[in-house]
């Protein structure tokens, strides 16, 4: 660890330091007390730390604020959290939550300890069973990333970690694109990532397509791990481009028939004919001993009559704490982070208002008795609410959540528990917004498309 402790901000009751045999440590928001440095780029530092409630290890990245600000990457930050929060995956290193105080962000990451898969690869190459165990579990993390409108732009070895089991993690979203960024002619134009990796399209500046970029990048990715040595390599980066620029390589002579076929389908310069995910696959070599993960576990609907319905508590006790109230206090500065608790597209899903907890939740009650919705309440603020009737994937279940983030500020999370994502949104655009409309403070994200 290094002497000077760099998580220290003067300016936030949030963090206090201690000393343990000899060494500096903070304990963050009376949660996680933190140890090593794991590493550091320009504008953050990664921090070994542990939970002091659950003893869980987790990895904490905390960047500053004013380089962030200074240098104009506050959006990518941004970008960074809500698409991590969109791609949860077992092939993922997770997000478990963000803080902020007046100077800083901090991340809080799953911790990965078996360190990156460059660090393997640069031993050499790798036994054809473990580089397509890696591939499998890369596609597979990719494919989902697609699935939710995410793609990576700087896949490489150095951003895929191995936890203790030996299972890929893709991690540092820092590149990555929304649907959002996309031009008038549905590609990204942004030229980004790590030269020896990036599919030509990208060099060649004119438009791409985000999904087709990524898989060029997991074929570079796949010839490394077969070969131990990169496919596009020159001293002089103006031919190593006309190399990429042409799909120019060789395969060494210890490559199976079969991986070379994908791999030729892979590292194609024409986008348009460059293999897709379901196609990849399904190729012999791929498909040897794949097994799909369980990506998005199916919440179970709520099962009414196995869980006792309650009058509404009014107790003493008050409603948990948000620890996102950093965030909210933060947009005052300049620094708006609404979007960063949902995504822009599920923004109509958290508000903020002014009225007690019990108000709200008396308000909640009214309003899934006036829909038909039937309701169970509970003692930590929490109201479930389940259709009457079944929709296209069943009957919609609704969470809603109220937290306290002030004396006389509540924010109030509404969340699907089953049902139909569709059915979902109209419910949130149609139902709950015009009937909370007297109890609201702040709608997060008026500004997107779902607006009223």
Not at 113 to 139: H, S, W
Not at 348 to 371: G, Q
Request: proline fraction near 4%.
């Amino acid at each position: 660890m290094e002497e000077e402790h760099p998580i220290t901000d003067h300016s936030s009751p949030q963090e206090n330091h201690t000393t343990i045999n000899g060494a500096a440590r903070s304990i963050i928001f009376g949660k996680y007390e933190t140890g090593r440095l794991l590493g550091k780029g320009t504008f953050a530092k990664v921090y070994h730390a542990r939970n002091l409630i659950t003893s869980e290890s987790v990895a904490i990245k905390v960047i500053c604020k004013d380089l962030v600000k200074k240098e104009g990457l506050m959006e990518q930050i941004q970008r960074e959290i809500s698409v991590m929060r969109l791609v949860r995956h077992p092939n993922v290193v997770e997000i478990k939550e963000v803080m902020a105080t007046k100077q800083k962000i901090f991340f809080v990451m799953e911790y990965v300890k078996g360190g990156e898969l460059f660090a393997k690869v640069a031993r050499g190459k790798l036994k054809e069973e473990i580089a397509r165990k890696y591939f499998q579990q890369l596609i597979s993390a990719v494919d989902f990333c697609h699935s939710r409108g995410v793609f990576h732009r700087d896949l490489k070895p150095e951003n895929l970690l191995l936890d203790e089991d030996g299972n890929l993690k893709v991690s540092d979203f820092g590149l990555s694109a929304l649907p959002e960024q996309l031009r008038n002619d549905g590609l990204l134009h942004t030229q980004c990532g790590t030269p020896a990796y990036v599919a030509p399209e990208v060099l060649r500046q004119k438009g791409y397509d985000g999904a087709k970029a990524d898989i060029w990048s997991c074929g570079v990715i796949l010839y490394v791990l077969l070969a131990g040595f990169l496919p596009f390599q020159d001293e002089n980066m103006m031919k190593m481009y006309t190399k990429i620029f042409k799909a120019e390589y060789e395969f060494p002579p210890w490559f199976s028939h079969d991986a070379k076929r994908l791999i030729s389908r892979l590292l194609v310069a024409d986008p348009e004919k460059r293999i897709k995910i379901p196609a990849i696959m399904r190729a012999p070599w791929f498909f040897k001993n794949f097994t799909r993960p369980n990506a998005f576990p199916i919440q179970e609907p709520i099962q009414l009559d196995q869980i006792q319905e309650i009058d509404l508590v009014r107790s003493k006790s008050a409603p948990p704490f948000y620890n996102a109230f950093e965030f909210i206090s933060s947009m005052s500065s300049g620094f708006d982070l609404s979007n960063l608790f949902e995504n822009c597209r599920k923004s109509s899903s958290l508000f903020t208002s002014k009225c007690s907890a019990s108000m709200i939740m008396s308000k909640l009650e009214s309003l899934a008795k006036k829909l038909n919705f039937r309701i169970v309440l509970s003692k930590d603020y929490k109201v479930r609410m389940q259709g009457a009737s079944d929709g296209r994937k069943g009957k919609l279940s609704v969470t809603a959540e109220v937290f306290e983030v002030a004396p006389e500020v509540a924010v109030v999370e509404f969340s699907k528990s089953a049902g139909d994502t569709l059915e979902y949104k109209k419910f949130c655009e149609e139902d709950i917004r015009p009937a909370l409309k007297d109890i609201v403070w702040s709608w997060q994200g008026e500004s997107c498309v779902c607006q009223d």
